[in-house]
């Protein structure tokens, strides 16, 4: 099982808006709405901020957002903020009932 | 408050077997709604998922570890372990133990993490 592809990094300036994209293949992200996104810091364990697509847990900021088109899932974060900067990953369930990560965005806020 | 918390040796050597255990507390592993599971990331890179865990014994592994890899439950201490065998230094990582909601990608609870090097 070959790893979600995601951006290496992306950049904003405080109060913008970025989206890291999430592509795998119709037997992952385009097949289950099993998607999740993760918020890490480093030396930190990882903090879900998103499920199941669209869902956001208890604490997690509203700017915080996703979304999946075909066999890509989005992460969009709103007004964004200096400590949004962290790594970020995706995660789905396969057809071989397994679990696959993303490689990881490292968002920079300029 | 759920709390995991990863134990067992940081260092092991080549061709050993890795050992760890998650201790959960404040809640029932026994709980039929989630699987418990291990993650992976070796420094400097990218997450990997490992292997889940019911509370009544059904695994799902990596089919790229699966050759080498047990998780198992043990319900009277509250507890899940992972055992990796033959182990080289690619296998060098923070090792995260985590839980899952059933039906869902929701893996809301993680451990702190506990890092165990392979070398001789």
């Known amino acids: 099982q070959s790893a979600l592809t995601q951006p290496a990094s992306v950049s904003g300036s405080p109060g913008q808006s970025i989206t890291i994209s999430c592509t795998g293949t119709?037997?992952?992200?385009?097949?289950?709405?099993?998607v999740s996104w993760y918020q890490q810091y480093p030396g930190k364990a990882p903090k879900l901020i998103i499920y199941?697509?669209?869902n956001r847990p208890s604490g997690v900021s509203n700017r915080f957002s996703g979304s999946k088109s075909d066999n890509t899932a989005s992460l969009t974060i709103s007004g964004l903020q200096a400590e949004d900067e962290a790594d970020y990953y995706c995660?789905?369930?396969?057809?071989?009932?397994?679990?696959?990560f993303g490689g990881g965005t490292k968002l920079t806020v300029l | 408050q759920l709390q995991l918390q990863e134990s067992g040796p940081g260092l092991v050597k080549p061709s050993e077997t890795l050992s760890l255990t998650c201790t959960v507390s404040?809640?029932?592993?026994?709980?039929?709604?989630?699987?418990w599971g291990w993650i992976r990331q070796p420094p400097g890179k990218g997450l990997e998922w490992i292997g889940n865990?019911?509370?009544?014994?059904?695994?799902y592994y990596n089919a790229s570890l699966k050759s080498r890899v047990t998780i198992s439950v043990d319900t009277s201490k509250n507890q899940f372990s992972l055992e990796m065998r033959s182990v080289t230094a690619t296998d060098t990582a923070v090792y995260y133990c985590?839980?899952?909601?059933?039906?869902?990608?929701?893996?809301?609870?993680w451990g702190q993490g506990t890092l165990v090097t392979v070398s001789s």
């Open positions: 199941d697509v669209t």
């Open positions: 985590a839980r899952r909601l059933m039906d869902s990608g929701r893996r809301d609870y």
């Open positions: 119709s037997s992952d992200v385009g097949g289950y709405n099993y």
């Open positions: 995660n789905s369930y396969t057809s071989s009932r397994a679990w696959v």
């Open positions: 865990i019911r509370y009544s014994g059904n695994t």
């Open positions: 404040g809640g029932s592993i026994s709980s039929s709604s989630y699987y």
